[in-house]
């Protein structure tokens, strides 16, 4: 009697261990390829960020990663300056100044100090209120310096040092631009923003600084990470000012979630690939076998397999840095014109062409190009948001004054009567060839017909500020000196420089009250 005892609890154990791991055992690995014994992804997606991430130290840094942050952190800063003067941002900042709080954190310029919550939204949004700041663009498009503010005002709150906010500078350039090669097709392509991206980069960020757990900075990506998915309105069409706050708000979120986190709040640690999760409820994934299942569906441009590439986002952490792999602008314009204004500046300051000499200007580009920039709103562009997505507004600009500045985008100049005269001269043609070619390379050529029947043609294939041909700290200077005049004399310009590319002995509440006018 024993005996059979001892043997129907031996089967019931049996079959109920091994019945538990069939359920809960998947047979393929992270990148989608079937193995025989890894259950997949045996750590969230989240979890995996977040051990990356508190376990990053600045010593781990290569010097090159350190310096070339300090580079772009010395293109943000310009920005900065050269936002405030946009109404939009004067527009946020009384909002917060009026509603006063804790003074935790500076706002750039400026010098008032509120809540780091709300000073990293202002501050964001004054790096990217010109469009000026940096650029990676691959499946999907992003400006990873709009996360600076998360580090720098977070680091203020808790007096970190500087060494601590570049570290967290660096992880807010490696996510982001990550997450740009994670969908395939891009979340942009799906009609989406790129925010959407930035709602889980933020948290990480400010978390770093918070000095979170992974425990905590798992609940903080879950937190940010369920509420912040922007849609493709505010770059598609007649644009307003929210093209260059949707991003701003989604770091301001990623700050409040990491302090929610840091009280205990928790969020949703599956919050990519579980059920309803990003992936699931952006297509492409199964949820329920945690694995990549492409589904076909038009897009904003062709019909194509939408699916995952999970390695893109959590693979090889640490082997190098995408920082080194970011682009910066050398015109105040939306990333995609840039190969193009070069290529007519080019060809215009080369054969000494007048803007009333112009017949026709053909620009061939990705067919992306042609549906953001020469859609109907582009041609008739009644504010700064709108023209400075506009090609033909762009290119008009750069045949009648042979630059592109910020002062491009003045009230003045949009109603200036020569721009007027040659922008429908301007046509956009979409090329199958140049979409392979793409994000590898920017490619456009320029057609320029002339009245008296000559024909000018150039072709390049990425801008000045690629990482293949960079903005020397020269180029920033230069930008910085554009972008400060009339704010900063020649020597603060000079003093806030050389404290940025020497500040990793400095305390950030230091480094930030450097960065306001004498």
């Not at 663009?137 to 996360?147: A, G, R, T, V, Y």
């Not at 504010?383 to 630059?403: N, Q």
């Amino acid at each position: 009697m024993r005996d059979s005892y001892y043997y129907i609890m031996f089967i019931f154990i049996y079959f109920f261990f091994f019945s538990s791991r069939r359920r809960h055992t998947r047979y393929i690995s992270v990148t989608g390829v079937q193995t025989c014994a890894l259950p997949i992804l045996p750590k969230s997606i989240s979890r995996k960020i977040s051990e990356f991430s508190v376990n990053l130290k600045f010593e781990n840094l290569p010097n090159e990663v350190v310096e070339t942050t300090k580079r772009f952190l010395y293109d943000s800063i310009a920005c900065a300056f050269g936002g405030y003067k946009t109404k939009d941002v004067n527009i946020m900042h009384n909002i917060y100044t009026e509603m006063g709080g804790a003074k935790q954190a500076t706002i750039i310029g400026f010098g008032d100090k509120i809540p780091a919550v709300n000073a990293a939204l202002v501050n964001s949004l004054m790096i990217r209120a010109l469009d000026y700041n940096d650029i990676y663009w691959k499946e999907d498009p992003s400006h990873p310096s709009d996360l600076i503010p998360a580090a720098l005002n977070t680091a203020e709150l808790v007096g970190a040092s500087m060494e601590e906010t570049i570290t967290a500078i660096v992880l807010a350039y490696e996510f982001e631009q990550r997450l740009c090669e994670f969908a395939v097709p891009g979340i942009r392509e799906r009609k989406w923003h790129h925010a959407a991206l930035t709602q889980f980069v933020s948290p990480v960020v400010a978390g770093k600084l918070l000095g979170l757990t992974v425990d905590q900075m798992v609940n903080a990506i879950g937190i940010s990470g369920v509420h912040n998915h922007t849609i493709g309105a505010p770059t598609a069409g007649k644009l307003t000012m929210m093209k260059n706050t949707v991003d701003p708000m989604a770091v301001q979120s990623g700050v409040f979630a990491a302090l929610m986190a840091q009280k205990g709040y928790t969020g949703t640690e599956a919050v990519f690939e579980g059920k309803e999760g990003f992936m699931d409820t952006f297509l492409g994934w199964n949820a329920t076998e945690a694995k990549p299942e492409p589904v076909k569906m038009k897009g904003r441009e062709a019909l194509a397999e939408w699916t995952w590439d999970v390695e893109k986002l959590i693979g090889g952490l640490g082997k190098s840095y995408k920082i080194m792999e970011c682009g910066m602008k050398a015109f105040p314009t939306e990333a995609l014109t840039h190969t193009h204004i070069t290529a007519v500046l080019k060809a215009v300051t080369k054969n000494n062409i007048d803007y009333n000499q112009i017949e026709e200007i053909k620009i061939t580009a990705i067919a992306r190009a042609v549906d953001i920039l020469f859609d109907p709103h582009k041609y008739k562009p009644e504010s700064r948001e709108t023209a400075d997505h506009s090609l033909p507004y762009c290119i008009a600009a750069a045949v009648v004054d042979k630059k592109i500045t910020t002062a491009t985008f003045s009230d003045k100049k949009l109603k200036d009567p020569r721009i007027w005269e040659v922008i429908n001269k301007i046509k956009g043609e979409a090329s199958n060839e140049f979409d392979k070619m793409f994000p590898e390379k920017q490619p456009s050529k320029v057609v320029i017909s002339t009245n008296d029947g000559n024909v000018y043609s150039e072709y390049l294939e990425y801008p000045k500020g690629d990482p293949r041909e960079p903005m020397t700290v020269e180029d920033i200077d230069n930008k910085f000196s554009g972008l400060a005049e009339g704010l900063l004399t020649k020597e603060k310009q000079s003093e806030i420089k050389n404290m940025i590319l020497n500040c990793e002995t400095m305390c950030t509440r230091d480094f930030m009250n450097r960065l306001t006018f004498d």
